[in-house]
């Protein structure tokens, strides 16, 4: 399955140019200065990291060596960059601004400050802060960081929660798999379900949390019979990789057992690869499979999807 379609590449590069018009990427003096777009970002890079070689500063900036060293020429020639020799490799000089372009450097960081500040003047408040929000989201998309193992903490569900994770795991199946209301409906019933009969003695849902942001949840509720339902495993994709769907399983199973419950159960669909092999991992057993109609449908080929049952006796 395509990332994004024909439609939402035009929808980008739509953005693209309007962003680069509204910044004025493509004039002939960025922010009103004598410099290009290039070179600022060229006296930006040697005034954050001092003493680069060309290579390095080829690599920070991704552009052509050749191209590269045309503009370093004529930043030497004008006095903003000083050249020094290399003592672990010759055939290459140390890249630093001087005098004149350091004092380059601050003035057109006060010019991009100013302009920006001027663009976004006449937006309130609310809108500047979703604003930026939105950036920093673009921006973590695109170039996400490098995953390290986050802190995460597991809490009791709060006002607003429950919602937010009815919300939230519908929109992500949707896009990833396209499930449409039909799982929706059985998402917002399960969650409606569980705010309607909680019973506090033998039910819980767990709520993870990192960087004050949900990232997972998992519920234990009572089926009666001594069988408690393993219900809505969800993992933001934002915390895949942490063990987090591992931990949360465990909770569950941990839960059950102080609670004297005989077996967990739940239900599954076959085309959640990495929760299938998440369930068996912690000690599932897939028992029975029949064709499921209520949503999936055009997965595999057109021949809809498969619910699965999984039990753990304990």
Not at 155 to 161: A, K, L, W
Not at 208 to 225: H, L, P, Q, R, T
Request: charged share 25%.
């Amino acid at each position: 399955m395509p990332t994004v379609n024909d439609q939402q590449i035009e929808q980008i590069r739509q953005f693209n140019r309007f962003y680069t018009r509204l910044m004025g990427l493509l004039n002939e003096g960025l922010f009103k200065s004598q410099y290009n777009l290039m070179e600022a970002r060229i006296i930006y890079e040697l005034g954050e990291v001092d003493h680069l070689v060309a290579s390095q500063l080829g690599q920070m900036l991704s552009v052509d060596a050749g191209y590269l060293s045309r503009v370093l020429n004529k930043l030497t020639k004008a006095g903003i960059i000083t050249r020094m020799p290399n003592n672990q490799d010759k055939r290459q000089s140390l890249l630093s601004l001087s005098a004149i372009g350091e004092a380059a450097r601050i003035d057109l960081r006060q010019r991009s400050i100013e302009q920006t500040g001027q663009l976004y003047n006449d937006i309130n408040p609310a809108q500047s802060s979703e604003l930026v929000a939105a950036m920093a989201k673009i921006q973590h998309i695109i170039a996400p960081p490098e995953k390290t193992q986050k802190p995460y903490i597991l809490r009791e569900p709060e006002v607003g929660d429950l919602a937010y994770i009815a919300h939230r795991q519908s929109v992500l199946y949707d896009l990833e798999y396209g499930f449409g209301n039909g799982y929706e409906a059985v998402v917002s019933q399960v969650v409606a379900d569980y705010i309607d009969d909680y019973d506090q003695a033998i039910e819980k849902c767990w709520i993870a949390e990192c960087d004050d942001k949900i990232i997972g949840s998992i519920f234990c509720v009572n089926g009666g019979d001594g069988v408690a339902k393993l219900r809505l495993l969800y993992v933001d994709p934002v915390a895949r990789g942490m063990g987090l769907g591992s931990s949360l399983i465990e909770q569950v199973i941990k839960f059950a057992r102080i609670k004297k419950y005989k077996k967990i159960e739940f239900w599954t669909v076959d085309c959640l690869d990495a929760a299938l092999h998440l369930y068996k991992k912690t000690g599932f057993e897939h028992i029975s499979s029949q064709p499921y109609a209520d949503f999936g449908g055009h997965l595999n080929a057109g021949n809809g999807i498969n619910r699965q049952d999984w039990q753990m006796i304990l």
